[in-house]
């Protein structure tokens, strides 16, 4: 299929040690991350990380104290947001009132002197892009919040920029418009290769739309990897912790050797943990995901003996809150014909592969 | 000569009023009166000045106050009139108000059988009107610039006001809506003897006027407004009130402006009463005080810019101030008496050459 | 069950709130005024339309009427020119330079017309301060001719008028959603064209409310053309107030009014025939900024040619950078600042006059004097004639703007049409010459057994203030979104309480900003004050008045003087106040 606005081939940005402090607040420090042309980037993390700052910086409305920001390997610092060419969807959309659709997204055309017949057409297939067909002539107070977002989005995507910017842009949206515009927003990425960067607070929008995710705290990049390498890798207990759900069981390396470590997690030890960076007799963080543990038969001695405190249904899975003497865990159990599904008081066993779990230092 | 510059109307005015005197005993006679009397006035420092020399002692001899209340405008004296709410006794007014108001039944005459005898005759020319009485003569003249002109080789009348190339700069006349307008210097700088003057010229006046118009600053409206002309700088010769300066000067200010008293104009102002008037007895019993010679050589006196109009009470007159009085005995021979009746006089269209003169000066102005 | 918005309930709501206001109106203004108009058909007890027909016969009424309509109109053109910027920077800048900017365009409200008018004479004039320095830095050789011209009147009028077009403007700017312009820009619009494109349009609803404020207010100059103009004829009301004030012409001044308000009806009507009307916008809202972008647009589009050949000349876009290009003062800050500054120069010159002898010796710095100051502080008659002035134009402004409060609220929802008619019932009394409803206001407060008191006096003002409130108002009660009212009504909001908790909170800085223009419209008043005023009840700028045509001396200054000192303590200490009790709170 031909794409509906061809997209232009280059799109890759640098960031180079960029940095911003309001006062005395560092929004934003010391931040390097590169971005492939075309490439699908999403920035996570707590409120107040950076996140938005990051992505005004990138758009020129905040000058950097310290950095630089390569675009197509041109430094934008300095150089004012229209000249920029970088499509930006805000948060709440920001449609002109005073513009119908077809105005909101003639606009960028209009500031470049495109001739009325190219103009034309180009709306056209920004609004077939979007699937906005008959709204032309509606004003934005006549929309409803998802048709105002496409509006926003084929605005931004008209004058095919090299890169686009995304700031929270479906959450004023219900569920099921945000189910709906997440699709649409990656079949529009796919269909245009445009670089995007995507802010967002929502995980699963996260892990299903883009190509490597960011994760920020307190204005620093904690780690910058594809979605399976974070949910499965992550590099420090914080990314861990943020994303998905986890269970963190504090401990002591025992005894270290070759890659494996055995740690004591109160009365209990494990035994072949994979160990990398972490000493002997060094207090650690034992991190494991609550669907990779599974029950064994009741009375199994490899495992683990606990008790069910609690469970919490959830349609697809239900969530096991174990006892384990001192320590407590969360336990995935996907529903499913066959598989054992204790009740509330039952003494249950656990077992897990060592290789799922990652230990880091406390 | 005066008598000739007259209207039949002035005398048919006169003739009226004296038959009202003989024919109705006034109204009011009878009437008992609080100790008090309104004054209608624009407060500062002739109010002031009429506090000290003749208020207070009338006062003091006669336990009557004399309240300040707000100086009406002509429609508000109709509107308290027809209202039956007249808050006044009397205001300070000149012979055209006096005219208008006097038409229109608005005023109540004056009754000169309760003053003394024989004031009608020692009142000056036109002082004794049926509906008011003159109480003091203010005049304009020539005022100049005293950085721009050495006192001696200033313009010293209307003619060199009008000579740009003898006394260069620009110029500041009043229009005609004021009391007193450039009508009489035009016809005065282009010759016509002071004595000559009316019945006014009007063609005449605008064509001297055309000479005069490119060096004119602007044609004020307000004396203010024409003195402000003069101390910013915006022109260095014209036409002002006299007595503003004069008073400026006694006060210790520097406006920078000398006068000239050659050819200067002159109008009586008038005391009159609004028909309904709360206490026309106390009205007269003040009038009847001040029009006393010595009591009226006393505000004189202690205001100069203003000259007499009792002639008996010239005796009493302080001959230091005889320089700054408008009609003082030195400055008499060449001052321009204004005839209003001349102003007031209607066509039969019920215009008043007021009105003509001022619509031509409006189309004439902007031209 | 109780509709939330039935078009019963709306009419209901509106006839209870609109029944007041309309009362007054017709009671203190139209019965009176028209009695007075009616005299226009009559001379000397006939029936005639005579005066009519001699006051469009003649040049001198008719170069009146044109005069008068020009004036107006070009004080509003300016007005919103210099205007916009100030309300840019007060409605986006910091909360000191807004303090600074207010202090400066209300300053014109302290002194009387004719004081500043000299003070514009003074300066602008042959050998004043902007030739002298012009001649001295060689830039010119010859003094400019700035004044006794349209120069000279249109910097006059405008620099009373800008209050009322500021605070407009403000009212529209304030809720102006920022966003906006950064997408603008982030769409390829550089500065320029985000502002005239984006931002522009949104203030509509102010450019068009101020605008007509001006407008009407200008239409009513007496003083300020007549002193800082050249040879022009003179304008209506100064041929009114000459009908009725020195000829007591009753007929023929009630022709010129009525003529005027006539004209002023029927431009207005095809104003809102061929501006306003036909708009497709949603609601009835926006229409005005939708309309004002098509236009600026078109304008946009003819600079194309321009354009194409600057961006063939100039070098790559990604070249030209600008460092810091956030943090060094905008252009639209400095010119605020300037025009601000200009606003208070004659009127600081005033208060530095109020300290010398005599005006020629105010550069002999050795004179020095306070002796028109203790004048001030001595003299009954000015102490009590402020008291008089502030104690009426408080309860004025209170009234007025509780009215103009309670008919916008009451105009809220009614259709278009039927607000036109009524806002313009409500503008009328504005367009009558003052003069004329002076004297109309004194019969009615005679037959009523009010004059000569205050009450009279706040009446009287309440009527002149209603226009600018009511306007202001209007466009602030225009500019809430209904949304949020249904927001409310339906998280369980009786109508009562939207109107407490959500609609009066969002207009209460409007409210303010119409009751302050209550203020000074009283407090500014003259020509009503020449009628109603009593020696009981005299107000400052007939005292002011008063004391000009007849002292020879700068008292007036000192008067002025100690207003100013006045009003910006009272300011700066509410502002101190305000950001204190902001700081401790967080
Ligand atoms: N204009 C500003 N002035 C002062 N501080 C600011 C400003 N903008 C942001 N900050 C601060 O900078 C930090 C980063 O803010 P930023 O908006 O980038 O966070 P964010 O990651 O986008 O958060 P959220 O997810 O809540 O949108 C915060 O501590 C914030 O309070
Ligand atoms: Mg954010």
Redesign the interface.
């Known amino acids: 299929m031909k794409s509906a606005v061809p997209a232009r081939q280059a799109g890759s940005l640098e960031l180079r040690s960029l940095r911003k402090s309001y006062g005395g607040v560092v929004a934003v420090d010391d931040v390097s991350l590169s971005v492939r042309a075309g490439e699908f980037l999403t920035l996570l993390g707590p409120s107040g990380s950076g996140k938005s700052t990051t992505l005004m910086m990138i758009?020129?409305?905040v000058?950097p104290e310290a950095g630089s920001i390569l675009l197509d390997n041109?430094d934008?610092?300095?150089?004012?947001?229209?000249?920029?060419?970088?499509?930006?969807v805000?948060q709440?959309y920001?449609l002109?009132?005073?513009?119908s659709v077809a105005q909101n997204i003639g606009?960028?055309l209009?500031?470049?002197?495109m001739e009325e017949a190219d103009t034309r057409d180009h709306i056209a297939r920004a609004t077939a892009l979007v699937r906005l067909h008959g709204l032309e002539e509606r004003?934005a107070?006549?929309l409803s919040g998802g048709q105002q977002q496409r509006v926003a989005l084929a605005?931004?995507l008209v004058?095919q920029p090299p890169l686009l910017l995304l700031d929270e842009p479906l959450g004023a949206l219900d569920r099921m418009l945000r189910e709906q515009m997440k699709h649409e927003l990656r079949r529009v990425h796919q269909e245009l290769g445009t670089t995007l960067i995507y802010v967002t607070h929502d995980q699963d929008e996260a892990l299903v739309l883009s190509d490597r995710i960011a994760i920020m705290k307190n204005g620093r990049v904690e780690q910058i990897a594809p979605p399976r390498e974070i949910y499965e890798r992550p590099v420090n207990q914080f990314v861990a912790g943020f994303m998905g759900e986890s269970n963190f069981l504090g401990g002591r390396v025992v005894g270290e050797h070759g890659g494996t470590a055995t740690v004591k997690i109160g009365e209990l030890l494990l035994q072949g943990v994979p160990s990398s960076g972490i000493r002997a007799d060094q207090d650690v963080e034992v991190f494991i995901r609550p669907e990779k543990i599974v029950f064994t038969a009741p009375g199994d001695e490899k495992g683990w003996a606990g008790t069910v405190k609690d469970l919490i249904y959830s349609g697809d899975s239900i969530r096991y809150v174990i006892s384990l003497g001192s320590a407590q865990v969360i336990v995935k159990q996907t529903v499913r014909q066959g598989v054992y599904l204790p009740a509330r008081g039952d003494a249950v066993s656990l077992s897990w592969d060592p290789l799922d779990i990652i230990l880091f230092p406390s | 000569m005066l008598k000739r510059a007259m209207s039949r109307r002035a005398l048919l005015r006169e003739a009226v009023a004296t038959a009202a005197l003989v024919a109705a005993p006034t109204a009011w006679a009878q009437q008992k009166e609080e100790p008090e009397i309104l004054y209608g006035t624009t407060g500062g420092i002739v109010e002031e000045v009429q506090r000290k020399t003749i208020f207070d002692p009338f006062t003091a001899a006669t336990g009557i106050k004399v309240v300040s209340v707000p100086y009406p405008k002509l429609a508000k004296v109709e509107a308290m009139v027809s209202t039956d709410t007249v808050d006044l006794d009397f205001w300070e007014i000149g012979a055209t108000d006096i005219g208008i108001l006097g038409r229109r039944n608005l005023l109540e005459p004056i009754d000169y059988s309760a003053l003394r005898s024989g004031l009608k005759d020692d009142l000056i020319t036109n002082g004794a009107l049926q509906y008011g009485v003159g109480t003091i003569v203010w005049g304009a003249g020539i005022v100049y610039s005293a950085t721009e002109f050495k006192e001696g080789s200033h313009p010293r009348s209307w003619a060199d006001v009008w000579d740009v190339s003898k006394f260069p700069g620009p110029r500041a006349l009043p229009d005609p809506s004021y009391y007193v307008g450039p009508i009489e210097a035009a016809l005065v700088a282009d010759g016509v003897p002071v004595d000559k003057l009316y019945p006014l010229d009007v063609d005449r006046a605008f064509a001297s006027l055309d000479k005069i118009k490119p060096h004119v600053a602007k044609f004020w409206s307000t004396s203010p407004e024409g003195l402000n002309l003069m101390t910013s700088g915006n022109a260095v010769v014209g036409m002002n009130t006299l007595g503003r300066i004069i008073v400026m000067k006694q006060q210790g200010q520097d406006p920078g402006i000398n006068i000239e008293f050659n050819q200067a104009m002159a109008k009586i102002s008038y005391w009159g009463m609004p028909k309904k008037a709360p206490h026309p007895k106390n009205f007269h019993r003040l009038l009847d005080y001040y029009l006393e010679p010595k009591n009226h050589a006393a505000f004189l006196n202690a205001y100069p810019a203003y000259g007499l109009t009792v002639k008996s009470a010239q005796q009493y007159m302080d001959p230091k101030t005889a320089a700054s009085r408008i009609n003082s005995p030195e400055h008499l021979a060449s001052l321009i008496m204004i005839n209003d009746d001349w102003w007031m006089e209607q066509d039969s269209s019920g215009r008043s050459n007021f009105e003509k003169v001022n619509e031509r000066w409006a189309s004439w102005v902007s031209q | 069950m109780p509709k939330l918005r039935g078009p019963d309930t709306v009419n209901r709501a509106a006839v209870m709130l609109l029944t007041g206001p309309l009362l007054f109106l017709l009671c203190f203004f139209y019965v009176p005024l028209i009695q007075t108009l009616w005299m226009s058909f009559w001379i000397d007890g006939v029936f005639t339309f005579s005066n009519y027909e001699r006051a469009l016969s003649s040049a001198l009424y008719l170069n009146a009427f044109v005069w008068t309509f020009e004036l107006a109109l070009f004080t509003t053109i300016l007005s919103l020119v210099v205007g916009y910027p100030v309300a840019y920077v007060m409605a986006t800048g910091g909360s000191r330079l807004r303090l600074f900017i207010l202090i400066c365009i209300i300053m014109p409200f302290w002194t009387s017309a004719l004081v500043r008018t000299f003070a514009w004479v003074a300066i602008l004039g042959r050998e004043g301060i902007v030739n002298s320095s012009l001649m001295y830095l060689s830039i010119v050789s010859r003094p400019m001719s700035l004044v006794f011209n349209r120069i000279g009147v249109f910097i006059g009028t405008v620099h009373v008028m800008l209050p009322y077009m500021v605070l407009c403007l403000y009212s529209s700017m304030h809720g102006i959603d920022r966003s906006l312009v950064r997408a603008a820009e982030t769409l390829g619009a550089g500065r320029m064209r985000s502002f005239f494109l984006i931002y522009v349009p949104q203030t509509a609803p102010g450019i068009i409310s101020g605008s007509l404020l001006v407008f009407i207010v200008s239409l009513g100059f007496f003083v300020t053309p007549a002193v800082l103009g050249g040879n022009q004829s003179p304008s209506v009301v100064v041929l009114v107030e000459r009908h009725m004030g020195v000829m007591l012409n009753w007929p023929m001044a009630a022709t010129l009014s009525s003529l005027l308000l006539a004209a002023t009806l029927l431009l207005f009507a095809v104003f809102n025939r061929y501006v306003r009307a036909g708009h497709a916008a949603p609601e009835g809202q926006g229409g005005e900024a939708i309309r004002l972008y098509t236009l600026i647009a078109k304008l946009d589009q003819g600079w194309r040619p321009v354009r194409a050949l600057w961006r063939r000349f100039s070098p790559n876009p990604l070249r030209r950078r600008r460092r810091s290009a956030r943090s060094q003062p905008r252009l639209a800050t400095l010119m605020a600042a300037l025009i601000a500054t200009i606003t208070a120069f004659p009127i600081l010159l005033i208060v530095l006059m109020a300290f010398f002898p005599s005006p020629s010796s105010a550069i002999r710095l050795g004179n020095f004097s306070l002796r028109w100051f203790a004048l001030y502080f001595t003299r009954d008659e000015w102490i009590s004639s402020t008291l008089t002035s502030f104690q009426v134009a408080l309860v004025t402004a209170a009234l007025a703007s509780t009215i103009a409060l309670v008919t916008a609220l009451g105009l809220r929802r009614l259709p278009p049409a039927v607000r036109t008619t009524l806002v313009s019932i409500n503008l009328t009394p504005m367009i009558v010459p003052a003069v004329a409803y002076g004297v109309s206001a004194y019969f009615l407060f005679a037959q009523i057994g009010l004059i000569g008191t205050r009450i009279s006096l706040v009446l009287g003002h309440t009527i002149l203030a209603i226009p600018p409130t009511v306007l202001v108002m209007v466009a602030a009660v225009q500019s809430i979104d209904n949304r949020l009212e249904d927001a409310a009504a339906s998280l369980g909001a009786s109508p009562w309480r939207r109107l407490r908790h959500i609609i009066l909170p969002l207009l209460a800085p409007m409210t303010a900003a119409s009751a302050l223009i209550a203020f000074l419209t009283s407090f500014d008043d003259l020509a009503i004050a020449l009628f109603l005023t009593s020696s009981k009840a005299k107000t400052l700028p007939k005292q002011l008045y008063d004391s000009m045509l007849n002292d020879s001396d700068p008292r007036v200054f000192a008067a002025s003087a100690v207003l100013v000192g006045l009003t910006i303590a009272a300011l700066v200490i509410m502002h101190l106040l305000r950001s204190r009790s902001m700081s401790e709170r967080g």
């Open positions: 758009a020129g409305f000058q041109t934008l610092v300095g150089i004012p947001t229209h000249k920029r060419s970088i499509g930006v805000f709440n920001a002109f009132p005073h513009m606009f960028p209009r500031m470049r002197d004003y107070r006549q605005r931004a004058f």
